[in-house]
């Protein structure tokens, strides 16, 4: 269990047909907070992701995917109830795990984790299919309605940004539907999952209509799964390149796919928005959890009236950003994920330094003169200056970093903002209500906000174009992709 081991180190097993199950190969989770280690995992070999495959395929049949609808969706609830009921402990595990503020995992990741749940129970219950009255020759006409019917085996591969959000986000769909699944956490963030096998299995889960297999992606676990001629659907979430990985392992068996990729995402401010609600919203949206959200703005265009001013308010905004530990009330950003991914982070801003940008503030590591230096901090950083051909405007850096460009038509600012392979999220802030309409509307991106920066309504589609992925996340939109639809055409 996750509280067994020795100290406070804790040894995370996989959890294969409602048992926890330990391997010979294990490897270490450190927290990018300051390095301590948190727990050795049990990384799964493929005869383990076997095991789970074949405990799931049961559990579809004979179990989870046979029951009524009613008492799936209780026991749906109960496990929200059960991840509320150790929220303290999800919160903490969370924030150790990837180092975010506990500020944001108890408003966020860890209330959303449990709402998750709680969504798609209530969803499930009063969604429908669609029905047709169709004419025929001979007068007596026919009637075609459609059912759903689960795929059976989903496999969910996850990213380690938003953990159990990102995890939960799609497990109560897929359950909700009636899948049976088989969950593989981020190596860099294993913890909540482990968590949540607990509280399946006290919250009466069949055994086998819930796993969780540990480790790594080519050559572990999340091969396996991608290869795994008994897993019917995949759902993942994260880097671009790694879903086309997967799209290719995917392939030899032709299994559906839910891609939900990366973002190099624009925000347009216009010189009629509210000034502060601008600046607040960009602080948001570049920094929240150290600009590891899919959705943060990296690229951000002001209109020339009220540029510098902009520039300024943000840069005084990122300086006196308190950086800090998770448990500290005060904090408002913590590490990134690990020291690989401020190696790649800090690449990126020297390149914007080689490239010719003016570092309006921050572009280093800081220095804390304490254990936290042995952390994978990163300073919040604002860059202008650059070509928006350059690379710093087009690939996505995943940190606390974005570049603010000025631009002086509605035109102009919707171009450079669309001048983009990905397609995920945008943000506009305008006074002006044709505008805002306006230009939402013509922005390149799956989600678009005005005025605001992900607020979200969990009924509505979720997901990106181009290199951010395929496929709508979100009430009905997930509902369709855990299921198939089977249409009945009967002659009268
Ligand atoms: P990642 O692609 O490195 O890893 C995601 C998961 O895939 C991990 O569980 C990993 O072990 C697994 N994996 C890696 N290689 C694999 C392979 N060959 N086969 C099977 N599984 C494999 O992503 P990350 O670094 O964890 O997350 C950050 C990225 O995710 C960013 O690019 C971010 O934009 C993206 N993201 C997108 C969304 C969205 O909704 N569009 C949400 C969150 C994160
Ligand atoms: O809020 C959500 O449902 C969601 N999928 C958020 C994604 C955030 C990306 O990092």
């Not at 095991?51 to 609808?69: D, S």
């Not at 860099?188 to 999952?193: C, D, G």
């Not at 960009?282 to 703005?297: E, K, P």
Request: proline share 4%; charged share 25%; with cysteine.
């Amino acid at each position: 269990m996750v509280a067994e081991g020795s100290g406070n180190i804790r040894e995370l097993r996989n959890f294969i047909d409602g048992e926890f199950v330990a391997s010979d190969k294990t490897f270490e989770n450190t927290t990018p907070v300051d390095g301590t280690l948190l727990s050795h995992v049990h990384e799964a070999t493929e005869d383990m992701v076997d095991l789970a495959v074949a405990a799931a395929r049961k559990a579809y049949k004979e179990t989870w995917g046979a029951m009524p609808v009613e008492e799936r969706c209780k026991i749906l609830y109960a496990v929200a109830d059960g991840i509320d009921a150790r929220s303290d402990e999800f919160i903490e595990a969370e924030t150790l795990d990837t180092g975010k503020p506990r500020s944001l995992a108890s408003h966020v990741d860890i209330p959303r984790g449990a709402a998750n749940f709680r969504v798609f129970a209530d969803l499930i219950k009063s969604v429908g299919t669609e029905a047709y009255q169709q004419d025929t020759p001979d007068g007596a006409g026919a009637i075609n309605y459609s059912v759903r019917q689960p795929h059976g085996v989903v496999g969910v591969i996850s990213p380690w940004n938003l953990p159990l959000l990102l995890s939960t986000w799609k497990l109560a769909p897929a359950m909700s539907s009636g899948n049976a699944v088989i969950l593989k956490p981020s190596e860099e963030t294993p913890t909540t999952a482990t968590m949540l096998a607990e509280v399946m299995k006290e919250a009466g889960m069949p055994d086998g209509a819930f796993n969780v297999v540990h480790g790594f992606g080519p050559n572990s676990a999340g091969e396996f799964i991608t290869m795994h001629k008994g897993i019917d659907a995949i759902t993942f979430t994260g880097e671009t390149t790694t879903g086309g990985a997967i799209m290719r392992a995917a392939s030899e068996n032709v299994k559906a796919l839910s891609f939900e990729l990366g973002g190099k995402n624009p925000s347009i401010v216009f010189a009629d928005a509210d000034f502060n609600a601008a600046i607040e919203g960009t602080v948001r949206s570049v920094f929240a959890n150290c600009g590891q959200v899919c959705l943060c703005s990296e690229r951000v265009y002001v209109e020339r009236p009220i540029f510098d001013r902009f520039v300024s308010a943000l840069k005084e905004k990122a300086e006196a950003m308190k950086l800090g530990r998770p448990e500290d009330a005060d904090t408002q950003m913590g590490p990134l994920i690990s020291h690989e991914h401020r190696d790649k982070v800090k690449g990126y801003y020297d390149l914007a330094k080689e490239l010719g940008a003016k570092v309006v503030t921050g572009g280093g590591i800081p220095k804390f003169g304490d254990e936290r230096d042995n952390g994978a901090f990163v300073e919040p950083t604002i860059f202008v200056g650059l070509e928006e051909n350059s690379r710093i405007q087009k690939e996505e850096i995943f940190g606390p970093v974005c570049h603010i460009t000025p631009f002086d038509t509605e035109e102009e600012a919707v171009g450079m903002a669309n001048d983009t392979e990905y397609g995920l999220a945008s943000t506009v802030w305008t006074t002006n209500l044709a505008r805002a309409h306006r230009v939402a509307q013509n922005m390149e991106a799956g989600i678009n906000w005005v005025n605001c920066w992900f607020l979200r309504d969990l009924r509505t589609p979720f997901g990106g174009m181009g290199l951010s992925g395929f496929g709508r996340e979100g009430g009905q939109h997930a509902l369709n992709f855990y299921s198939e639809q089977k249409n009945i055409c009967i002659k009268l």
